[in-house]
């Protein structure tokens, strides 16, 4: 059974900074993309970024690029989205996502594995 648990959630300022963590436990071997999304109320879910399975390649939402870094470290399980420059625009809760990986550079992956949140409040 997969299951991801994602932390580092916490209120700051705008231009703070925080890092989220995602371990996930579950998943046969490291042959899943990874990416994080985001939702705060009344707006639907939103990309914010992705990864692929051994790392190498990243893709952002335009509104966190230069702001946001995701990077994974398959020996631990962990996923990590480094988060910058922080705006109010960008509170939401934040979810650790996983998919299958069926080929290519995770670009337009589909995700089948979901955490639970963890939530981002940045005050102005």
């Known amino acids: 059974q997969v299951q991801l648990v994602e932390s580092g959630g916490d209120s700051v300022q705008a231009g703070g900074s925080l890092r989220l963590s995602c371990v996930a436990s579950g998943l046969r071997d490291s042959l899943y993309c990874m990416g994080w999304f985001r939702q705060s109320p009344g707006k639907e879910r939103e990309g914010v970024a992705r990864?692929?399975?051994?790392?190498?390649?990243?893709y952002y939402a335009d509104s966190v690029k230069g702001r946001f870094a995701i990077s994974r470290d398959n020996n631990k399980n962990t996923l990590y989205l480094e988060m910058n420059s922080l705006k109010p625009e960008d509170a939401a809760m934040y979810y650790c996502?996983?998919?299958?990986?069926?080929?290519?550079?995770?670009?337009?992956?589909?995700?089948?594995?979901w955490g639970q949140g963890t939530e981002v409040t940045v005050s102005s």
């Open positions: 996502a996983a998919g299958v990986w069926s080929g290519g550079s995770c670009s337009s992956a589909d995700f089948g594995y």
């Open positions: 990864i692929s399975t051994g790392g190498m390649f990243q």
